[in-house]
């Protein structure tokens, strides 16, 4: 596992922007995460803070953990890596060495390796080199008509019997040991030596093309999961095997809400430049029912229970990428319209691929609508750390009896799945019926009872 000796200030780079880092052979992506600076290598290697693994492609960064993207500007050495794990010690007294090496020999090093790549991120470089593949052949998608990973997984898909010709270059340089300017980095960094052969991890093996099958027959294809998509699968089964999860489910009659927002939707949106919608009323009798059962709003730490008195509320956004839960913070010190425009933007900068990791960070209970895809019901899985989620589902209008009549209302099955460990059946339940309540008599969160 690599060490991270040492890197930059967090002044020569900025909140939500990456740097590419070259160190012993490797490209490392630096990021600036609330003053603190983090890196992680084109292996999706952690290499320095605690917060996240990533993927490095090219010209972005992506972090799994928290879904965020960063743009990554090349060419800037701002860190170096202990292979050998030896500690700053060690990586001083080579340092010293290393400053005995013409900075002349360094920028030829540069100059030869970024002519082999050409355009083509390491990523997408290792799929060409490792399936084959002749670059020219292949139509980028990227800024300037660079290969994406995807461009190549593509292609790969179309082909019958998985390349093309083999293209030319060799697959990366070798360790060598890489100094920062001590001008622009403000110290002498420490050198790195690495064998880039040691450099592809199972993650990145080479992706088959479709089997070949007979005219008529059936065929398969491997797609490998984006760095992305294999955090979330690893924080849903981490949240099943670590929580004792079950689930509560009631249903609520969205009579009330639907009149009051029909009464006066044109008017809010007039006056706040945003549509009232239903995720609204769903947070503020969340904060409602989780007042009267502060232990929804808790989490497990070690053998402690931690109970949170604020109310930072996870909305679950869906994108082409995969689930995003970014958080409205103090929600319950926000109005209606400050909730709606607050989900908006965040839906569209996660859909954009813009969001911070500061937006997706924290959350003391999650809301999560299935309903948006026609869902009727399901089961969903809670948030860790957290200790509860509420799902939506599809509104639809049933049949009712209210006052001895059968009635048609537009009716919604809530469900909440909860942390059995420290919530109870009872209170699970009593907090599902208050949300009921809270949303058949809006009137009641006005008046906070």
């Known amino acids: ?46 290499v320095g803070g605690p917060l996240c693994e990533g993927e490095l492609n090219g010209t972005e960064v992506t972090c799994p953990w928290h879904g965020a993207t960063f743009d990554v500007t090349s060419g800037q050495v701002l860190a170096v890596i202990d292979e050998a794990g030896a500690g700053a010690g060690a990586g001083k007294a080579a340092a010293s060495a290393a400053k005995t090496a013409p900075a002349a020999n360094i920028a030829r090093d540069s100059e030869a390796e970024g002519k082999d790549a050409g355009k083509l991120s390491p990523s997408v470089r290792r799929l060409v080199e490792e399936n084959k593949l002749d ?122 809400v639907q009149e009051l927002r029909a009464r006066h939707k044109d008017r809010f949106e007039k006056e706040h430049g945003v549509k009232l919608g239903f995720m609204s009323f769903f947070v503020k009798a969340s904060i409602e029912a989780l007042k009267k059962f502060p232990v929804v709003n808790a989490s497990v730490d070690g053998t402690d229970i931690l109970y949170h008195e604020y109310y930072d509320i996870g909305v679950a956004v869906s994108t082409d990428r995969g689930l995003m839960v970014p958080i409205v913070r103090d929600a319950d010190a926000k109005s209606f319209a400050d909730i709606e425009k607050e989900i908006g933007q965040y839906a569209k900068k996660a859909r954009e691929g813009t969001i911070a990791i500061e937006d997706l960070t924290g959350g003391t209970f999650t809301i999560t609508n299935g309903g948006v895809f026609g869902s009727l019901l399901s089961t969903p899985i809670v948030n ?60 009641r969160m006005l008046l906070g009872i």
């Open 1 to 46: 596992m690599p060490e991270f000796v040492k890197v930059a200030t967090t002044d020569e780079v900025s909140p939500g922007q990456a740097r590419l880092v070259e160190a012993g052979g490797k490209e490392i992506a630096l990021f600036n995460v609330a003053g603190s600076l983090h890196a992680i290598d084109n292996n999706c290697t952690h």
């Open 384 to 443: 860790a750390p957290q200790s509860a989620i509420l799902g939506m589902h599809k509104t639809q209008d049933r049949p009712m009896v209210v006052n001895g009549q059968i009635v048609v209302r537009p009716m919604m099955y809530l469900a909440v799945t909860y942390d059995h460990r420290i919530i109870d059946g009872r209170e699970a339940v009593q907090f599902l019926v208050a949300i009921k309540e809270g949303l058949e008599d809006p009137g």
């Open 135 to 256: 670059p020219g052949a292949i139509a980028g998608s990227g800024k300037d008509g660079r290969l994406t990973k995807s461009d190549v997984v593509g292609f790969l898909g179309k082909q019958p019997n998985g390349g093309t010709a083999p293209a030319g270059g060799s697959a990366g340089t070798a360790g060598t040991s890489v100094t920062t300017d001590a001008a622009s980095a403000g110290a002498a960094r420490a050198p790195a030596a690495s064998s880039a052969g040691a450099s592809a991890p199972a993650a990145r093996a080479p992706t088959p093309a479709a089997r070949p099958t007979a005219p008529g027959g059936r065929s398969e294809q491997r797609v490998p999961m984006t760095r992305l998509r294999q955090r979330i699968a690893q924080r849903l089964v981490d949240a099943q095997a670590t929580q004792a999860l079950l689930t509560s489910f009631n249903e609520v009659d969205l009579t009330a």
